[in-house]
Nanobody, 124 residues
Framework: QVQLQESGPGLVKPSQTLSLTCTVL??????????WTWIRQTPEKGLEWMGV???????YYNPSLKSRTSISRDTANNQFSLQLMSVTPEDTAVYYC????????????????WGQGTQVTVSS
């Protein structure tokens, strides 16, 4: 059974960096078929894929967020992290981490294992 849990501050000031960590229990960071992804949700836009990190540590990002996004991993502690820089109120969302099916091309989609989500509000 794979379990994921997001953690991080619920309030971030505009222009600062949003940092979230996802702790994974029961999942492997080395399985070639799986990666680990961040997705966010707002009432206006729905679900928005932000990026993924593969079993080799390769990252792929949503082009619309690429210049501000960084995903990294700490395999020793079974964690992967999201940093979103220069946030604005439009980055207010529920942020989810999830396991992803990843193809050799980098195409990917989240599978059945998601965290419960964490609300992040960007406000001064």
């Amino acid at each position: 059974q794979v379990q994921l849990q997001e953690s991080g501050p619920g309030l971030v000031k505009p222009s600062q960096t949003l940092s979230l960590t996802c702790t994974v229990l029961g999942g492997s960071f080395t399985n070639r078929y799986y990666g680990w992804t961040w997705i966010r949700q707002t009432p206006e836009k729905g679900l928005e894929w932000m990026g993924v990190i593969t079993n080799t540590g390769t990252t792929y990002y949503n082009p619309s967020l690429k210049s501000r996004t960084s995903i990294s991993r700490d395999t020793a502690n079974n964690q992967f992290s999201l940093q979103l820089m220069s946030v604005t109120p439009e980055d207010t969302a529920v942020y989810y981490c999830a396991r992803a099916i990843v193809f050799d091309s980098g195409a990917n989609y989240p599978d059945d294992y998601w965290g419960q989500g964490t609300q992040v509000t960007v406000s001064s």
